[in-house]
């Protein structure tokens, strides 16, 4: 058995909360962050509705400490990671190598897309300061300097997957002895770009998504950010507040189907969650809770939920999609549902998959609908994506 | 961790195309000399691919087929910029349509995954794949996950690449920031220190083992970054550290490869390693781009694999120190034996 990875601290942004408490709120009083689109200026603006969070860049910018013309997503990411760091409360934090190691799929793209109608017109038009934030590593940076992070520092984007596979790659640098402490996950905010995409590939409800339902029509988009603070046993053994949690498991395989669809048989999602329960030294029943990629679509449900009753067919544990609170926040949403998952063990809750009505015909299973309360013990938390990208993490209470 | 194999679609023909004569460029930027694609992927997937993808994976596939692997263990990329010709279409047409009138082909193969994705779907490969995106630390930590998964024995064999793309609109604005030299000579831009070196591009792909095998290119003993050092000093005395991990001394290097690009900023950092031990350099060869240690890498492979060094005579180098510095904020130093 190699070296455990405890986490430590949890920083989260989204449409439900602006930090870990006021997530954990909603998420018990079964309150959803989508709305019409308020921040974001697009023509969509009345037709698609959003899981956005709930500020402007000005407030967010005086929340980060952070200048507010910076893009949306580094100014996100600052806030959640800042608050992963307090949370983990690790004293002489300068005395341990410490890295930040995020994700995202847009980087600048919130900015880059002002900058380019003028830009269009004439190559020497625009002002630079709206692109010279436009590559994904960044937000990553613009964090990691506000948080006083040099040891180490980098950025992964594979699309929705992406910081789940941060933060599992944060730990293997830790039991590898490269990092001491890490802060990890990932971060997106909305953009036209990205609004629009998914709007050409007409995933997108023009409703409150419903995941896992037989009815469902699309996803819907959301924003945020999601980082976990990651130590080691010895960084552990100096905290005031035990961890209670450890990354016990991971894995991230590719379904090789299609470039944006998933496999009818979820081939790659179940050789993740398969990989992460190998990982882990864990069997399928000994899961007490699966919070799903779930994205509402009509591909990824049955391939998922195929992939699920493949594996899970002797005892189904609870599941649901926590995108039905927050929406589908791409790149961060590993980190975000890392968070969820963190505190679906530490506070004994099993979340409600929100607006869910009618059986999907193709699966034996049903998410759950309502807030459950009991000891939860291991959480496995699917994060799917685009170009077969399919990753799976498993959180376990340290006894 | 070994090299079993290194392939590159870059500015230059081939490694033995150093020695018999290489390709200059004159002005702002070098250009990768692209192959015959269709010697690499199906014609009718090369039809649909943007420039970026069928450059990284011709390059993957020609590092497979040179170390006789069907399957790696893993995948993984680093790119920098990512698939700029499809992104910047999609943008493009976002803003003239007003967000109207848009198809998905473009959006789809923005992602920066999509290089990835692409040798997976190619080679029907199931295993891990990543995709790293951090600037000029977007192929060390792609090197750096490998190397994290062979200590978990998570894997023994891993495809790790580094890629990225000039499109006129990226060089249009990286321009405005003044990195380029008006007239530039690529084959003179390091004896010619200057403001602005001259941008670059390129694919350079590698299969790495945890073992080594018969036919291995070179042992890739260390690899470190250093993020905005806050002294030069902090990477001179991380080098000497990292020598003393691997049990040597400075007198133990044969030569160094330096990520030396003409701009006479840039390149007093280099200057750091004025000792008594032979120095070559490689982006008179590539450019200047995020990811050019990848093609660095690939360069020094070769180098120790075939025990000769372009434009030195008679140097046989059995262990040579490659840094590189991206922008005065991304280090990187790599220490490699010949095998």
Redesign the interface.
Same mark, same amino acid.
Do not use: D, W
């Given at each position: 058995m190699s070296a455990p990875v405890y986490i430590s601290g949890t920083g989260v942004i989204t449409a439900i909360g602006n930090d870990t408490a006021t997530n954990l709120d909603a998420l018990r009083s079964g309150s959803a962050g989508m709305g019409p689109i308020r921040w974001l200026e697009t023509r969509h603006q009345g037709q698609l509705p959003v899981a956005e969070v709930k500020s402007s860049n000005e407030m967010l910018a005086e929340k980060a400490g952070l200048p507010a013309h910076f893009s949306r997503t580094s100014l996100l990411s600052t806030i959640a990671a800042k608050e992963a760091l307090q949370n983990a409360g690790i004293p002489d934090l300068e005395k341990w190598r410490t890295g930040f190691l995020s994700a995202n799929t847009v980087g600048g793209m919130d900015k880059t897309e002002n900058f380019y109608p003028a830009f269009l017109q004439n190559p020497a038009a625009g002002r630079l300061r709206e692109v010279v934030h436009h590559e994904c590593g960044a937000a990553t940076e613009i964090t990691a300097d506000a948080l006083g992070i040099q040891h180490y520092v980098t950025t992964i984007s594979t699309a929705c997957s992406s910081s789940a596979n941060s933060i599992f790659f944060a730990a293997r640098m830790i039991r590898q002895g490269l990092l001491d402490i890490a802060v990890a996950g990932g971060v997106d905010a909305l953009t036209r770009f990205t609004l629009n995409g998914f709007n050409t590939l007409m995933i997108l409800d023009s409703q409150f998504c419903q995941p896992f339902d037989e009815n469902r029509r699309g996803l819907n988009l959301g924003e945020g950010a999601g980082y976990v603070v990651l130590v080691s046993e010895k960084v552990a053994a100096t905290l005031a507040n035990k961890p209670e949690v450890q990354l016990s498991g991971w894995c991230n395989a590719n379904d090789a189907y299609h470039q944006t669809a998933s496999s009818p048989d979820g081939t790659g999602s179940y050789l993740a969650m398969q990989g992460a329960l190998k990982k882990s030294g864990l069997k399928p029943c000994d899961i007490d809770y699966i919070n799903l990629h779930g994205t509402g679509t009509q591909n990824n449900d049955v391939a998922e939920g195929t992939a699920i009753s493949k594996l899970f067919a002797e005892a189904y544990p609870p599941m649901s999609s926590t995108k039905s609170f927050t929406g589908h926040t791409l790149g961060a949403s590993g980190g975000i549902e890392a968070v969820f998952s963190v505190l679906s063990i530490q506070q004994g809750l099993i979340y409600p998959n929100l607006r869910w009505e009618t059986q999907m015909k193709e699966l034996p299973f049903a998410p759950v609908t309502t807030l459950q309360e009991k000891k939860v013990e291991h959480v496995l938390s699917n994060s799917f994506g685009f170009g077969g990208n399919c990753s799976s993490l498993i959180f376990s209470r340290i006894n | 961790m070994y090299i079993r194999s290194a392939a590159a679609v870059s500015p230059q023909a081939s490694f033995e195309a150093l020695f018999t004569g290489a390709a200059g460029y004159q002005g702002e930027q070098l250009s990768c000399i692209e192959p015959d694609y269709t010697s690499y992927i199906d014609p009718k997937l090369i039809r649909r691919m943007s420039r970026i993808i069928k450059m990284g994976t011709a390059a993957a596939v020609e590092s497979l087929k040179a170390a006789g692997l069907e399957q790696p263990d893993a995948?993984i990329t680093g790119t @920098? #910029?990512?698939c700029l010709a499809d992104t910047d279409a999609? /943008? !493009?047409r976002?803003?003239?349509f007003?967000?109207?009138l /848009?198809?998905?082909t473009a959006?789809?193969?923005?992602?920066? =995954? %999509?290089v990835?994705?692409?040798i @997976?779907?190619l /080679?029907?490969?199931?295993?891990? =794949? =990543?995709?790293?995106?951090?600037?000029g630390? !977007?192929f060390e930590?792609a090197l /750096?996950?490998a190397? %994290?998964?062979m200590?978990?024995n998570e894997i023994t064999t891993a495809l790790v690449g580094g890629v990225d793309e000039i499109i006129p @609109?990226s060089h @249009?604005?990286l321009r405005?920031?003044g990195l380029y030299r008006a007239n530039g000579n690529s084959l003179r831009l390091v004896d010619e220190p200057a403001k602005g070196t001259m941008a670059g591009e390129g694919a350079a792909f590698f299969v790495l083992d945890a073992q080594p095998s018969g036919d291995s290119l070179a042992r890739l003993d260390a690899v470190q %970054?250093w #993020?905005?050092p806050a002294a030069a000093n902090v990477v001179a005395e991380g080098i000497n550290a990292l020598l003393a991990e691997q049990g040597i001394e400075w007198k133990d290097i044969d030569l160094i490869v330096t990520g030396r690009n003409g701009d006479a900023g840039d390149d007093t950092l280099y200057d750091l390693f004025k000792k008594d031990i032979p120095e070559t350099s490689f982006k008179q060869y590539c450019g200047e781009y995020p990811t050019a240690t990848a093609f660095g890498l690939w360069l020094t492979s070769h180098i120790l694999h075939q025990q000769r060094v372009p434009g030195v005579e008679g140097l046989k180098p059995r262990r040579i120190l490659l840094y590189n510095h991206y922008q005065q904020t991304h280090h990187a130093a790599y220490l490699l034996s010949a095998c």
């Open positions: - | 995948i @920098a #910029y990512g999609f /943008l !493009s976002l803003v003239e007003k967000e109207e /848009l198809s998905p959006f789809i193969q923005s992602t920066h =995954n %999509t990835a994705g692409q @997976a779907l /080679l029907k490969c199931h295993r891990h =794949n =990543n995709t790293f995106v951090h600037k630390f !977007s930590s /750096l996950e190397r %994290t998964m200590g978990e @609109a @249009a604005l405005r920031f %970054t #993020y905005k």
